[in-house]
């Protein structure tokens, strides 16, 4: 799905949550089983009140590739392997959805 977010106040989280507000409005849409997100515990912080109970919420921190899951009583961080298959697949998660993004951005600067 693609949000077209206008406003770029208020920081990468903040519009990182925005999206997931809007996302969460359309009941009609399947309701994920997860959300992976590209950041640390800044942004999971953030994000964590706009996601219905139920669907489960995690993070990539790129810094040290580290995946943080959100729980009832905080997060927790999960140092994977570095030649894990489960880490390869969440950077490919993550690196498809930033090449997706980007050429939305392109699109949208394009048009004025």
């Known amino acids: 799905r693609k949000f077209y977010v206008g406003d ?3 920081g990468d989280a903040n519009l990182m949550a925005q999206v ?4 969460f409005k359309h009941l009609e849409w399947s309701r994920p089983g ?5 950041g640390g515990i800044p942004q999971l912080s953030v994000c964590r009140k706009e996601i219905p109970t139920g669907v489960g919420l995690a993070s990539l921190a790129k810094k040290e590739e580290t995946l ?5 009583g905080g997060f927790v961080s999960v140092k ?5 298959l489960a880490l390869r697949l969440l950077q490919q ?3 498809e959805a930033h090449r997706f ?3 939305y951005q392109r699109v949208v ?3 004025g």
């Open 93 to 95: 998660m993550r690196d």
């Open 101 to 103: 993004s980007n050429k």
């Open 34 to 38: 997860l959300v992976l997100l590209d």
């Open 68 to 72: 943080i899951l959100s729980t009832q």
């Open 20 to 23: 997931l507000r809007r996302r």
């Open 8 to 10: 770029k106040a208020g």
């Open 109 to 111: 600067r394009k048009r």
């Open 80 to 84: 994977l392997p570095r030649r894990s």
